[in-house]
């Protein structure tokens, strides 16, 4: 029996395998950080066999409430994932799996590998009307790479898109792809009038040295990239420093910042209502949009999710906030669940990426409701 991670957003540490009925591990931190929950291994064993997983370190995690009604994502191939028995309890996650085959991939969500980010943004780059520019480059020397869709023009929106600031929130690239694959479809009536109003900005990956460390929260220095959006630096963000140089250069009419949450078993956003500028017309705008979304999928909702922040008390340094105040305009976080939808559950799949990316393209639809009232 063997155990690996050393593969593109790999994460565990092992502490014994004396038995398949006992096998010990614990998740290893983000560098330079207390962070961690992203696990994602493979075990060479025998199939037919059961074999008892233990996370020993998971009360210690970054959101251990995250834990309670989680179930473990396997897969053989790694295109096809799904749900394992789970349970958490006295601090530990606990899993059992007999697996069909000797060979086994079992991680916190499906992975959204760097090979795949490069793949979607050079394949992206031949779409007609489409730029793949460089931004600048990580502190491990990765690109931050800019999809700039749309032809420029007097009157068209600027709307942005970024996703995956941190790491281990992998479905936040595949809703980008899902995104991106309806917005290149010219047989799409929304994406062609959407493209006739507004030009996009897309991120697919913020955060590319974290994702493939395996970290769940940080980049390759241990910083939140979440939290540096007032005073970004080269030192501990590049990524977001050159992000938010590029908003400054075009303008933002429009900002959704995408993410998963670890508690929460429903997809919903976070709104800007305690940014210091937060008026009627906002509101007005983030209903228009909320509605829009809600009638498009069931897959979204508005009556679960975070406490809305008090007027004037919204974190500055959040990257949602700082674009809503900065540029006055309408600016989300969109969440999606670890765990499941709840208000559409899936027994064997649960939330996954092939989910992630319907909802991504799903949003389209909302962002047509608003474009042309954006200003």
């Known amino acids: 029996m063997k155990i690996s991670s050393n593969f593109d957003s790999g994460n ?3 502490v014994s395998l004396d038995s398949t009925s006992d096998i010990q591990l614990n998740i290893s931190k983000d560098n330079n950080s207390d962070f961690y929950q992203w696990f994602h ?3 060479e064993s025998t199939a037919g066999e059961e074999h008892q997983f233990r996370i020993l370190n998971a009360k ?16 053989y191939d790694r295109e096809t994932w799904f749900r394992i028995d789970t349970c958490y309890e006295d601090g530990e996650l606990k899993f059992n799996h007999i697996p069909d085959f000797d060979h086994v991939f079992y991680a916190y969500f499906v992975p959204y590998s760097y090979e795949r980010h490069l793949d979607l943004i050079h394949k992206s780059q031949l ?3 489409t730029q793949l520019i460089t931004l600048g480059q990580t502190i491990d020397g990765r690109d931050m790479s800019l999809l ?13 898109i970024t996703a995956r600031q941190h790491p281990g929130e992998s479905m936040a690239e595949w809703y980008v792809e899902g995104l991106l694959e309806r917005l290149f479809d010219h047989d799409d009536a929304v994406s062609r009038l959407l493209l006739d109003n507004a030009v996009f900005y897309v991120v697919p990956n913020m955060n590319p040295d974290g994702s493939a ?22 030192d501990k963000s590049p990524e977001v420093f050159y992000v938010r140089q590029k908003m400054l250069e075009t303008g933002v009419d429009m900002f959704l910042d995408i993410h998963g949450d670890e508690a929460i078993p429903y997809n919903f956003v976070a709104g800007c209502e305690g940014i ?3 008026d009627a017309r906002h509101q007005a705008l983030e209903e228009t949009f909320k509605a829009a979304y809600a009638a498009a999928t069931p897959e979204f909702q508005d009556v679960h999710g975070y406490d809305k922040d008090e007027p004037g008390q919204a974190l500055p340094t959040v990257g949602a906030a700082w674009v809503g105040e900065q540029f006055k305009c309408l600016s989300y976080t969109v969440e999606m669940p670890f765990k499941d939808h709840n208000d559409a559950p899936d027994a064997f799949y649960g939330w996954n990426d092939v989910r992630s990316a319907k909802f991504g393209a799903d949003v389209l639809t909302a962002i047509l409701a608003v474009v042309k009232k954006l200003r």
């Open 148 to 160: 700039q869709i749309g032809q420029e023009a007097e009157g068209k929106k600027k709307i942005w």
């Open 12 to 14: 565990i540490e092992v």
């Open 127 to 129: 779409a007609p009307d």
């Open 276 to 278: 210091k500028s937060y």
């Open 60 to 75: 210690q995690s970054a959101y251990p409430d995250g834990w309670q009604d989680y179930k473990t994502m396997a897969s």
């Open 213 to 234: 460390r395996g970290h769940l929260r940080t980049n390759a220095v241990g910083t939140n990239l979440n939290r540096e959006w007032l005073e970004p630096s080269l």
């Open 41 to 43: 291994f493979k075990i």
